[in-house]
Nanobody, 128 residues
Framework: QVQLVVSGGGLVQAGGSLSLPCAAS????????MGWFRQAPGKEREFAAT????????IYAESVKGRFTISRDNAKNTVYLQMNSLKPEDTAVYYC?????????????????????WGQGTQVTVSS
């Protein structure tokens, strides 16, 4: 059982920045790959970014590459999504998710069904 608590959402103007922290419970955070997904009104949930358990490898969706940065602090049991140069099309509910992995495993997880635990989501609204 892993609890993920997301914060940092809100309203921001186009071109602005926002940082989303996601804090995880438990003692196994450093063994989880972490992902960020988002869901806009009327659209399916889509992949945004993922980071491996050590934090040494990241993957981004093309739609956010160059603007968003995923990072983690294993000492704080927290993963972050730093969002810069925000656009109105970034408006969505943002979710963080965790996937337990075997230490040393090189798999990547780009689909929502590959994750085991989910945070509650936070609304990000970008005004034009």
């Amino acid at each position: 059982q892993v609890q993920l608590v997301v914060s940092g959402g809100g309203l921001v103007q186009a071109g602005g920045s926002l940082s989303l922290p996601c804090a995880a419970s438990g003692r196994a955070f450093s063994t989880y790959a972490m992902g960020w997904f988002r869901q806009a009104p009327g659209k399916e949930r889509e992949f945004a970014a993922t980071i491996n358990s050590s934090g040494r490898s990241t993957i981004y969706a093309e739609s956010v590459k160059g603007r968003f940065t995923i990072s983690r602090d294993n000492a704080k049991n927290t993963v972050y999504l730093q969002m810069n140069s925000l656009k109105p099309e970034d408006t969505a509910v943002y979710y963080c998710a965790a996937r337990p992995v075997v230490p040393g495993q090189a798999r990547t997880f780009l689909r929502d069904y590959e994750y085991n635990y989910w945070g509650q989501g936070t609304q990000v609204t970008v005004s034009s």
